[in-house]
């Protein structure tokens, strides 16, 4: 008697019952939360910038060099490879159908934001302690 009232089931009354993954609400939250962070530190990015219209070398890195700017220069960065690999990995859950396709690319776009993420931090760190 079960096995012909399963026909009968809908998608949804099979997955009711099963619960989220919970992580979806994180994931929002982490997405939104960086782009609110990259407003207010890409408006100040965009002055800093503007500030240094025609400036040499030695000015550019004497700016950067400046405590205020090189902890804003992390967090700009830092924020910024974070949204965009939460950003990402939202794309390829959604449009990569694919289990094996689909952790490859997930794990590729990980290690390339770390590693972009690692490498610019170190580049403002060394500039901002006289590496340079």
């Not at 949804?12 to 979806?24: E, F, M, T, V």
Request: hydrophobic fraction near 60%; charge should be positive.
């Amino acid at each position: 008697m079960s096995i012909q009232n399963d026909k009968f089931r809908t998608p949804i009354k099979n997955a009711r019952g099963l619960g989220s993954a919970k992580d979806g609400v994180g994931h929002f939250i982490t997405q939104r939360a960086t782009a609110v962070a990259l407003v207010a530190l890409g408006l100040w990015f965009l002055c800093f910038l503007v500030g240094l219209a025609g400036a040499d070398y030695v000015t550019a890195t004497a700016a950067v060099a400046r405590p205020w700017n090189a902890v804003l220069l992390v967090a700009f960065l830092v924020a910024m490879f974070w949204h965009a690999q939460v950003g990402v990995q939202v794309v390829i859950e959604d449009y990569v159908h694919s289990h094996g396709l689909a952790l490859a690319a997930q794990l590729a776009v990980r290690f390339v934001c770390i590693l972009g993420a690692l490498a610019s931090v170190f580049a403002v760190a060394r500039i901002a302690l006289g590496g340079i």
